[in-house]
């Protein structure tokens, strides 16, 4: 804390699970720090519940067009941030759940790839401050995310069959939650900022005025980092999990 400013948050993830509802969710929130944590030697991996198969004005589109097209815009913009990879979990668009089912495919992810931090949606978020309604898709990967990490992956008897074939109980130890009305972190994000605009540009089947949307962006970008003392950051609520005790007391 710096008189009455927070310190930038700079506790960084070896491996960290972004989780999202739709294409573009990772790059429109958490990318420029995705991004700066690979850069400083984090690996990452992303989640997508949907592939975006109802992201149209256009009723006439076929859904499964769209979805090819947009699982292949996220895979570019993945290759911009710098992710290991992707995985489409091809639940519908607009009809997200969360159910056991969702839960489950989550809970594989996580054991497989063992990250020490998850980044996903805040699940009590329905009207975000300053006006504008949670998407229902984006609600309902956010809170299939917390309950995937919280019990399920770290219980061997949540899905014991994942056990049993030799995928063991992961402990998350983080979870950063963005778009919340609540957030309690900035994250230094001035170097990266151009790497999240890059990898919104190959949305081009979701931005229609992407200088308009990259101006906005930008600025919500420098709000963030007033208020840490940087030109950009960006905001979450983080809960902690599993505290080492010999790490700086963050929240």
Same mark, same amino acid.
Not at 41 to 65: F, I, M, Q, R, Y
Not at 67 to 72: I, K, L, N, V
């Given at each position: 804390?710096?008189?009455?400013?927070?310190?930038?948050?700079?506790?960084? *993830?070896?491996?960290?699970?972004?989780?999202?509802?739709?294409?573009?969710?990772?790059?429109?929130g958490?990318?420029?720090?995705?991004?700066?944590?690979?850069?400083?030697?984090?690996?990452?991996?992303l989640?997508?519940?949907? @592939?975006?198969?109802?992201?149209?004005?256009?009723?006439?589109?076929?859904?499964?067009?769209?979805a090819?097209?947009?699982?292949e815009? $996220?895979r570019?913009?993945?290759?911009?941030?710098g992710?290991? #990879?992707?995985?489409?979990l091809?639940?519908p668009?607009?009809?997200?759940?969360n159910?056991?089912?969702?839960?489950?495919?989550?809970v594989?992810?996580?054991?497989?790839?063992?990250?020490d931090?998850?980044?996903?949606?805040? *699940?009590?978020?329905?009207?975000?401050?300053? #006006? #504008?309604?949670?998407?229902?898709?984006?609600?309902?990967?956010?809170?299939?995310?917390?309950?995937?990490?919280?019990?399920?992956?770290?219980? *061997?008897?949540?899905?014991?069959?994942?056990?049993?074939?030799?995928?063991?109980?992961?402990?998350?130890?983080?979870?950063?939650?963005?778009? @919340?009305?609540?957030?309690?972190a900035?994250?230094d994000?001035?170097?990266?900022?151009?790497?999240k605009?890059?990898?919104?540009?190959?949305?081009?089947?979701?931005?229609h005025?992407?200088?308009?949307?990259?101006?906005?962006?930008?600025?919500?970008?420098?709000?963030g980092?007033? $208020?840490?003392? @940087?030109?950009a950051?960006?905001?979450?609520?983080?809960?902690?999990?599993? $505290?080492? *005790?010999?790490?700086e007391? $963050?929240?």
């Amino acid at each position: 804390m710096t008189g009455d400013r927070p310190a930038a948050h700079t506790w960084r *993830p070896d491996r960290f699970m972004v989780i999202v509802g739709h294409p573009d969710d990772a790059d429109f929130g958490p990318a420029a720090t995705a991004a700066a944590w690979i850069d400083a030697g984090s690996k990452g991996w992303l989640v997508c519940c949907t @592939s975006g198969d109802a992201g149209s004005e256009d009723p006439n589109l076929d859904p499964l067009d769209l979805a090819r097209a947009r699982e292949e815009e $996220q895979r570019r913009a993945a290759d911009v941030v710098g992710y290991a #990879g992707v995985t489409f979990l091809h639940q519908p668009d607009g009809a997200l759940a969360n159910n056991l089912a969702l839960r489950e495919m989550l809970v594989k992810e996580i054991r497989t790839f063992k990250p020490d931090a998850v980044l996903c949606g805040d *699940p009590e978020v329905v009207i975000h401050n300053g #006006g #504008g309604i949670n998407h229902t898709d984006h609600r309902a990967a956010a809170m299939a995310a917390v309950d995937a990490v919280y019990p399920a992956a770290r219980n *061997p008897m949540a899905f014991p069959w994942l056990a049993r074939g030799g995928l063991a109980i992961h402990k998350v130890r983080r979870l950063y939650l963005m778009w @919340s009305n609540q957030p309690d972190a900035w994250i230094d994000v001035s170097a990266t900022v151009d790497r999240k605009i890059d990898a919104l540009r190959a949305h081009a089947s979701q931005i229609h005025d992407p200088e308009g949307v990259f101006t906005r962006i930008r600025g919500r970008l420098a709000e963030g980092g007033g $208020q840490i003392g @940087s030109a950009a950051a960006e905001a979450y609520r983080v809960v902690v999990l599993e $505290q080492d *005790p010999t790490e700086e007391a $963050q929240p």
